[in-house]
């Protein structure tokens, strides 16, 4: 290579831009407007947990498009960062995410979120059967593709579209495996996953108590 030849290599890559970072998740208080969203839908007087000790997490994933997308999450205050960090990682990952949305724009109606594959956290409503506040009441609980990764209990599928994942191909775009990266970034901030439960699985299910 000549001198001038050099002189404009040299140039040109001190003009390229360097690549750019990886979008990171944001963490900020509930805004007024996502507060009065809530309000009579996800929250209600009594939910255990005040709207004050709630965070919202704005998620760059990668859908299942191939394009990178942003969601709305909603968590505890005192998890949130530690949450966004796991999200980093899956976004590093390559680990792909359908959608991310907080529950009230489904009414808090568990079975449509499932029913439409929507990663969602925070929904103040009891365990399905039971009366007692579910770990999603508190922030403390996540749902992660779930129609890929559905609740099985027995014949029981939830969602029942879920069905068609039962075989756990872990080639599957967005399928929670046990050495995969959802996992293994969970576990690393505390949180357990409900696809290791004995009488069930809940393969889309991390919660920080393991319920």
Request: overall charge negative; charged content about 15%.
């Amino acid at each position: 290579m000549g001198l001038p030849s050099l002189i404009a290599f040299l140039l040109s890559a001190a003009a390229a831009p360097p690549d750019a970072p990886p979008p990171r998740t944001q963490v900020s208080p509930l805004s007024a407007a996502l507060r009065a969203k809530m309000e009579g839908v996800t929250w209600k007087p009594g939910c255990p947990v005040p709207l004050d000790a709630l965070s919202a997490l704005v998620v760059p994933h990668h859908g299942l498009d191939g394009a990178v997308h942003e969601g709305l999450l909603i968590v505890a205050t005192d998890q949130a960062a530690a949450v966004a960090g796991v999200f980093d990682q899956l976004f590093d990952a390559g680990f792909v995410i359908e959608a991310i949305r907080p529950a009230h724009e489904f009414g808090g109606d568990d079975d449509a979120l499932m029913a439409a594959n929507i990663t969602s956290a925070f929904n103040c409503r009891p365990v399905a059967g039971s009366t007692r506040f579910s770990d999603h009441s508190l922030g403390l609980a996540i749902d992660l593709n779930p129609r890929i990764n559905p609740y099985v209990r027995g014949d029981k599928v939830d969602p029942p579209a879920g069905r068609a994942y039962l075989s756990r191909d872990p080639a599957v775009p967005g399928l929670i495996a046990a050495q995969g990266p959802a996992v293994a970034a969970f576990e690393a901030i505390g949180w357990k996953w409900g696809g290791a439960w004995k009488s069930a699985q809940d393969y889309q299910h991390f919660s920080l108590t393991g319920r």
